[in-house]
Each structure stands twice: as structure tokens, then as C-alpha cells.
């Protein structure tokens, strides 16, 4: 049981290039997330999952698109990075079980450092 | 709108010391409350939680009381250790059904022995 996993770890683009961030999840989770975290403002919600095939935009969405084909994957694309988007991202998905919700927690990932030159 | 804050850091205390973390938060509706704590070059995990006033949330010694009458979350522990040196994250969540969390800005703690 890895629990959540990203790849890749480090990424430095140059500004106008693409890539995809992955998020796996080996829990069976419903819900994924997607996080940023910059230094003094904590971590701000990108998009998130409440199934496989469902996507939805949170706080800071745009010059961002996820894709969620499995229910364990959530990727994250930038289509032309911007030196704004230089950040570290979280993954996490959401355990939610029992009575009026008496488990409800999110595991977060390791974490993914990107710097946009 | 649904905002956390906390208090500037960086902390730094010694070893037993009494730990208070203020969080106050504004929201619509009746917001859950959460304490994440992230260690050193890993991502955030749950330390405690209330899900409505007058809640008490506890783990590994820490405590938060839900004070709805003043918004605010506090995070106290009664004797650090130097392992509890990470940065500690308040949080919010108002919608039942995604949970989206909203989150403060983090507060460094440094326990020096």
C-alpha cells in the first residue's frame, strides 16, 4: 500500500512548455485534489475529482486542465507554463466512510517542485 | 468569503515548552476545522479535526477546541519535542460533500533542545 504517489518528484520548463503532473492513489479513493503551495499563502485548491471521469475547478484554475480516466490517476497538465506557475504541488484524495462522515481525511503526496525559467 | 489566519511565524521554542498556535477563521455556513502538520520534505497529514462548536479534537498531545463565539481553532500542546518541528497548517471546509479545504498560511515551529 504505496497510498498516494506523484511523479515527478523535480521539474525545471522553460516558460511555454508543457508537461503533465501525476497523481496515483492505491486506496480506492472517490475524491482527489490538487494543490499549490507559495511560500505565506499556504496551500490553494487547483482542481479536484468526486469520481473517475468527473473534474471540477477549485480557487486557482486557470492555465491548469486534470484529466481523471482511472479512478486511481489524477493528472494535472499545464499546457504553457508561465514563471507565475513555478510552485510546489500536492495531490491528495479523500477517505470518507461510516456514520455522518466520522472518518473524513485527506492524504496528501510527497509533493512536486516545479520551476518555471 | 471563507478565509483561515494564523499567526506569523516562525516559531521557535525549547524543549517542554507550552505551544499555542492561533488560528481564527472567517466562513459561511458551519465550517469544519482541521490542524494538518507537514514534516520536513513531505506533504501534509491530518493532526486533528472538529466538525462542529464546542469540539475538542486531540492527537500525539495536541488539542484544538472549536470556539465558535470568538471563530477560532488554537492549537495547543502542553510539552514540545524537538520531532514536533514542522510547519503546522489550519484549515476549513464548508462543503460536506467535496470538502475543499481552504487553508491558512502555515506557521514554522522550531523546537531547539
Known amino acids: 500500500n504505496a497510498g498516494v504517489t506523484q511523479t515527478p518528484k523535480f521539474r525545471v520548463l522553460k516558460t511555454g512548455q508543457s508537461m503533465t503532473l501525476l497523481c496515483a492513489q492505491d486506496?480506492?479513493?472517490?475524491?482527489m485534489y490538487w494543490y499549490r503551495q507559495d511560500p505565506g499563502m499556504g496551500l490553494r485548491l487547483i482542481h479536484y475529482s468526486v469520481g473517475e471521469g468527473t473534474t471540477a475547478k477549485g480557487e486557482v484554475p486557470d492555465g491548469y486542465n486534470v484529466s481523471r480516466l482511472k479512478k486511481q490517476n489524477f493528472l494535472l497538465g499545464l499546457e504553457s507554463a508561465a514563471p507565475s506557475q513555478t510552485s510546489v504541488y500536492f495531490c491528495?484524495?479523500?477517505?470518507?466512510?461510516?456514520?455522518?462522515?466520522?472518518?473524513?481525511?485527506?492524504?496528501f503526496g510527497p509533493g512536486t517542485r516545479l520551476t518555471v525559467l | 468569503g471563507n478565509s483561515v489566519t494564523q499567526m506569523e511565524g516562525p516559531v521557535t521554542l525549547s524543549e517542554e515548552a507550552f505551544l499555542t498556535i492561533n488560528c481564527t477563521y472567517t466562513?459561511?455556513?458551519?465550517?469544519?476545522l482541521f490542524w494538518y502538520v507537514q514534516y520536513p520534505g513531505e506533504g501534509l497529514q491530518l493532526l486533528l479535526k472538529a466538525t462542529k462548536a464546542d469540539d475538542k479534537g486531540s492527537n500525539k498531545g495536541f488539542e484544538a477546541t472549536y470556539r465558535k463565539e470568538t471563530t477560532s481553532f488554537h492549537l495547543e500542546k502542553g510539552s514540545v519535542q524537538v520531532s514536533d518541528s514542522a510547519v503546522y497548517f489550519c484549515?476549513?471546509?464548508?462543503?460536506?460533500?467535496?470538502?475543499?479545504?481552504?487553508f491558512g498560511q502555515g506557521t514554522r515551529l522550531t523546537i531547539n533542545p
Open positions: 486506496m480506492n479513493h472517490e475524491y
Open positions: 491528495a484524495s479523500r477517505e470518507v466512510k461510516g456514520p455522518r462522515f466520522s472518518t473524513d481525511t485527506q492524504y
Open positions: 484549515a476549513l471546509s464548508v462543503i460536506q460533500g467535496a470538502q475543499k479545504l481552504v
Open positions: 466562513a459561511t455556513g458551519y465550517p469544519s
